[in-house]
């Protein structure tokens, strides 16, 4: 517990929820989103090198996506997504599980992803403008993807009604026991 935010633990191994505080009054809010000494404090260390941000229409599904070089901090800034991560570090007490949870920009709640873990997000609102702050620049060269779907990892994915909507990159992602990583 901090005067700046609440740190959750979740069952993956070094993956956190972060509730920050929010300052309101009749003018709006305002609230701190990331801060280098309070985020180390809470067990974030790595220095975070490149901000992304997506927007998705609802039943949109970006994911799952790993690089073993980075970690993550991801929240919802507008809209509601299901985010997903699997933990995929050898020798990691947790390998394999996964944790979900519905992240809302509304409760402006936060979740940091460690370095080696897969993370994808399921859109659930008309547009979901989701931000990813990265500890190392994008190569494609090091991502990798994991079918959505892997009956290995029985997701519980919300029911949208319909498939979810993929890139073509992520409809041909393969499970992990065609990735050898079972």
Not at 17 to 36: A, K, N, T, Y
Not at 56 to 62: F, P
Not at 89 to 110: D, M, N, V
Request: charged share 25%; hydrophobic share 40%; with cysteine.
């Amino acid at each position: 517990m901090s005067d700046h935010f609440d740190v959750v633990r979740t069952p993956i191994d070094g993956a956190l929820v972060l509730h920050p505080r929010v300052f309101s009054d009749e003018r709006g809010c305002f609230l701190e989103i990331f801060s280098r000494d309070r985020y180390r404090e809470a067990g974030i260390g790595e220095p975070f090198v490149q901000d992304n941000l997506s927007s998705s229409k609802r039943g949109v599904l970006r994911g799952l996506h790993g690089d073993p070089r980075m970690s993550k901090l991801v929240q919802s800034v507008a809209g509601d997504a299901y985010d997903v991560i699997v933990d995929l570090r050898a020798g990691s007490p947790t390998y394999r599980r996964w944790f979900g949870l519905t992240l809302r920009a509304s409760e402006r709640t936060q979740l940091y992803v460690p370095a080696g873990c897969l993370h994808g997000f399921l859109a659930l609102s008309d547009e979901t403008l989701f931000l990813y702050k990265q500890s190392a620049l994008y190569d494609p060269a090091c991502e990798f993807g994991v079918a959505w779907n892997d009956p290995d990892l029985a997701i519980e994915w919300p029911a949208a009604g319909s498939p979810p909507v993929l890139s073509a990159k992520d409809a041909a992602n393969p499970t992990l026991r065609e990735l050898g990583r079972l």
